[in-house]
């Protein structure tokens, strides 16, 4: 499931996960309506979230964390176009597993997600706001 309000950059993000050879089969364009989504969906395998998302009430770390209640086995990459913090690390230990730059989507994405998952799945579920 790929989650993120910004259009152009889901459709890349899927492009690059097709690439790689994994299926997308949800999109959401915010964290309300992408946990909806994770509540009806419990096979989600990876959530991959924008760390800042317009207008919404709350954070890519916070929706990593939700998920994660929702979901123990979800696997979470949060995306930024700016540096991470520590403190935005720390904020929720555990609720993010990788933490990637938006610049390096092209060259990073899929070996991460196939460091976390140890293979690759038939179906993957991402999602970023």
Do not use: C, W
Request: charged share 25%; no cysteine; hydrophobic share 45%.
């Amino acid at each position: 499931m790929i989650v993120d309000d910004d259009d152009e950059l889901r459709d890349v993000i899927n492009v690059a996960v097709a690439i790689g050879g994994y299926k997308t089969t949800l999109f959401a364009k915010n964290p309300k309506s992408a946990l909806s989504l994770i509540q009806g969906n419990a096979d989600l395998v990876f959530l991959l979230t924008d760390l800042h998302m317009y207008g919404a009430e709350i954070d890519g770390i916070e929706l990593a964390r939700q998920a994660k209640i929702i979901n123990p086995q979800i696997h979470t990459i949060l995306l930024s176009e700016e540096e991470i913090t520590q403190v935005q690390r720390m904020r929720f230990p555990g609720a993010v597993d990788r933490f990637l730059d938006k610049f390096e989507l092209a060259s990073r994405l899929i070996p991460e997600m196939e460091s976390l998952r140890g293979q690759k799945e038939e179906s993957a579920a991402i999602l970023h706001p």
